[in-house]
T-cell receptor, first 115, second 113 residues
Framework: AQSVTQLGSHVSVSEGALVLLRCNYS??????LFWYVQYPNQGLQLLLKYTSAATLVKGINGFEAEFKKSETSFHLTKPSAHMSDAAEYFCAVRFYGGATNKLIFGTGTLLAVQP | SQTIHQWPATLVQPVGSPLSLECTVE??????LYWYRQAAGRGLQLLFY??????ISSEVPQNLSASRPQDRQFILSSKKLLLSDSGFYLC????????????FGPGTRLTVL
């Protein structure tokens, strides 16, 4: 079955440290992949997306993600965390097939940034 | 540019009361529309999606319903709310096409007491 998994429901880093949020998908065909960020009591905002062009995708706020087909992964990274990065992050996948671009979301990773 | 609106922003309703949440999109035509629910500490659950006026697909059985009376209007309803209907409801839109992202509204916080 097609699925998306985010390892680690809570991640805590120090300000200035590397941020690494993990996302793996299960599919025999590389899907379209997205990362969203959600601040408390707000909607989701798109950080970046992979649509079979460059495997390293740069997004907003200094985030980037690398698509690795061999590992079926699309991990999100940022070299240096800021306090303002504290939020919940969702990986989403659109698998091929179907009449709409329905997305399957991971369960989210809550990022805490310590001063 | 496109914008998406949801109202109300917050809502407190007693068990058994009706519900109507509204979502409208501006700046685009014939969007795909989606309703999600986000329960506390959990991910997003797709409730309904629509590819056109009057076309509604339900993803999970529940006591909620959706309607799309106009191209850019999407309504989530219930005749009788349950405690388990509490949550954060998000509306989203997208263009058709596999690589198009979804754009989310600000959400409605529903508390059923």
């Amino acid at each position: 079955a097609q699925s998306v998994t985010q390892l680690g429901s809570h991640v805590s880093v120090s300000e200035g440290a590397l941020v690494l949020l993990r996302c793996n998908y299960s599919s025999s065909v590389p899907p379209y992949l997205f990362w969203y960020v959600q601040y408390p009591n707000q909607g989701l905002q798109l950080l970046l997306k992979y649509t079979s062009a460059a495997t390293l995708v740069k997004g907003i706020n200094g985030f980037e993600a690398e698509f690795k087909k061999s590992e079926t992964s699309f991990h999100l990274t940022k070299p240096s965390a800021h306090m303002s990065d504290a939020a919940e992050y969702f990986c989403a996948v659109r698998f091929y097939g179907g009449a709409t671009n329905k997305l399957i979301f991971g369960t989210g990773t809550l990022l805490a940034v310590q001063p | 540019s496109q914008t998406i609106h949801q109202w109300p922003a917050t809502l407190v309703q007693p068990v058994g009361s009706p519900l109507s949440l509204e979502c409208t999109v501006e700046g685009t035509s014939n969007p795909n529309l989606y309703w999600y629910r986000q329960a506390a500490g959990r991910g997003l659950q797709l409730l309904f999606y629509s590819v056109g006026i009057g076309q509604i697909s339900s993803e999970v059985p529940q006591n909620l319903s959706a309607s799309r009376p106009q191209d850019r209007q999407f309504i989530l309803s219930s005749k009788k709310l349950l405690l388990s209907d509490s949550g954060f409801y998000l509306c989203a839109w997208s263009k058709s096409g596999a690589d198009n992202e979804q754009f989310f509204g600000p959400g409605t916080r529903l508390t059923v007491l």
